[in-house]
T-cell receptor, first 112, second 114 residues
Framework: SQQGEEDPQALSIQEGENATMNCSYK?????LQWYRQNSGRGLVHLIL?????REKHSGRLRVTLDTSKKSSSLLITASRAADTASYFC????????????FGSGTRLLVRP | EPEVTQTPSHQVTQMGQEVILRCVPI?????FYWYRQILGQKVEFLVS????????KSEIFDDQFSVERPDGSNFTLKIRSTKLEDSAMYFC????????????FGSGTQLSVL
């Protein structure tokens, strides 16, 4: 079953603008993670937010979590061309502590 | 920062052949994972491995797949008889404390089955 689904599927913005990506999930979670993937490369962990947290910051990244709506958002402020990548949310499922399930991702293009 | 290393970066094989994908997880990590990503699609969970045994596997991970940690440092994924639909990027990952902490991913092996 699908756990995390990102929205939008693709996003194109101008350098300097902010980019917001959303993730919805179905089951209860104890944390939600965001990863970045440059084209054809491995996944890099960006940020982890736990279920008792509502907001977390890391540099130009801001993540929010709303467990009542089962949704999270990733905001990248003052985007750069180097932010061009795919961004995935991922959640463990409550019925398993051994599996992290990834959403379908948002492809972000930052135009110089 | 320590890295997860995967070899080879590219593997081309004929349908029906066996392939072994190799991974060296971060040395003090205890949980190990294989994921795959068909071109342009989502990252799919295959299997997790802890305490020298499979802890969870997906429907994709059928009898044609196996994993092994033969020597305490390597973590391998074997596909016994490859099919065309096994063509994908395969990622290995590891972590110290399971999925409640971040996973460290390798850069992947691109498997092409002809």
């Amino acid at each position: 079953s699908q756990q995390g689904e990102e929205d939008p599927q693709a996003l194109s913005i101008q350098e300097g603008e902010n980019a917001t990506m959303n993730c919805s999930y179905k089951t209860s979670i104890n944390n939600l993670q965001w990863y970045r993937q440059n084209s054809g490369r491995g996944l890099v962990h960006l940020i982890l937010i736990r279920s008792n947290e509502r907001e977390k910051h890391s540099g130009r990244l801001r993540v929010t979590l709303d467990t009542s709506k089962k949704s999270s958002s990733l905001l990248i402020t003052a985007s750069r061309a180097a932010d061009t990548a795919s961004y995935f949310c991922a959640t463990p499922t409550m019925d398993s502590s051994y599996k992290l399930i990834f959403g379908s991702g948002t492809r972000l293009l930052v135009r110089p | 920062e320590p890295e997860v290393t995967q070899t080879p970066s590219h593997q081309v094989t004929q349908m029906g052949q066996e392939v072994i994908l190799r991974c060296v997880p971060i040395s003090n990590h205890l949980y190990f994972y294989w994921y795959r990503q068909i071109l342009g699609q989502k990252v799919e969970f295959l299997v997790s491995f802890y305490n020298n045994e499979i802890s969870e596997k997906s429907e994709i991970f059928d009898d044609q797949f196996s994993v092994e940690r033969p020597d305490g440092s390597n973590f391998t994924l074997k596909i016994r008889s490859t099919k065309l639909e096994d063509s994908a990027m395969y990622f290995c990952a590891s972590t110290s404390f399971g999925v409640n902490e971040k996973l460290f991913f390798g850069s992947g092996t691109q498997l092409s089955v002809l």
